[in-house]
């Protein structure tokens, strides 16, 4: 049984509209990751938690928000989407920095 | 800031023959060092970790790592057309932030 899972799998999104991206994890990690897929830049973070009610900037985290209303959750959220945000996103989490990658969300904004 | 770099980009080797794959990173007090597959866009699927110098072996998969020459390696004895995918490699240090390289794709030929 699958220890992170994401919803949606895949998602297209109008310029300007609002996405959120879900993350579910059984792990009972604290440590929870965003990344973003593209080629060429391989997996870079953007936002991180290191528990519920915690959010962290990554690497590349403009455009983006977080939120980790619990343990167990951790979303992303993209109040304002354009299509430079067009990619594949993978949740993680992982008390040593790295643990289980979800599938992942292709998203595209069209 | 941590810089990891992948070589080759891509590798085409025959079913059977060793594969080797390159690692090299920027910051030497790295301490956390772990392989990934990735098949067509699919989450990843954590190959070895490897903490300290020398080697470590988990099945067909083998990481060299030296840190004084801010190098760590994969070796995949008789690679099957199954291992065909993409390899990633991840290093972090004790502030948990990993950072991935952007991956070698290796192609297995029957």
């Known amino acids: 049984e699958a220890a992170v899972t994401q919803s949606p799998r895949n998602k297209v999104a109008v310029t300007g509209g609002k996405v959120t991206l879900s993350c579910n994890q059984t792990?009972?990690?604290?440590?929870m990751y965003w990344y973003r897929q593209d080629t060429g830049h391989g997996l870079r973070l953007i936002h991180y938690s290191y528990g519920a009610g915690s959010t962290e900037k990554g690497d590349i985290p403009d455009g983006y928000k977080a939120s980790r209303p619990s343990q167990e959750n951790f979303s992303l959220i993209l109040e304002l989407a354009t299509p430079s945000q067009t990619s594949v996103y993978f949740c993680a989490s992982g008390d040593d920095g790295t643990g289980g990658f979800g599938p992942g969300t292709r998203l595209t904004v069209l | 800031q941590q810089k990891v770099q992948q070589s080759p980009e891509s590798l085409t080797v025959s079913e059977g023959a060793m594969a080797s794959l390159n690692c090299t990173f920027s910051?030497?007090?790295?301490?956390?060092f772990r392989w990934y597959r990735q098949h067509s866009a699919k989450g990843l699927e954590v190959l070895v970790s490897?903490?300290?110098?020398g080697e470590k072996e988990e099945g067909r998969f083998t990481a060299h790592l030296n840190r004084a020459n801010l190098h760590v390696s994969l070796h995949i004895r008789e690679p099957q057309p199954s291992d065909s995918a993409v390899y990633l490699c991840a290093v972090s240090s004790n502030t948990n932030k990993v950072v991935f390289g952007t991956g070698t794709r290796l192609q297995v030929l029957p």
């Open positions: 792990n009972n990690h604290n440590n």
């Open positions: 490897i903490f300290s110098d």
């Open positions: 910051d030497g007090t790295s301490n956390n």
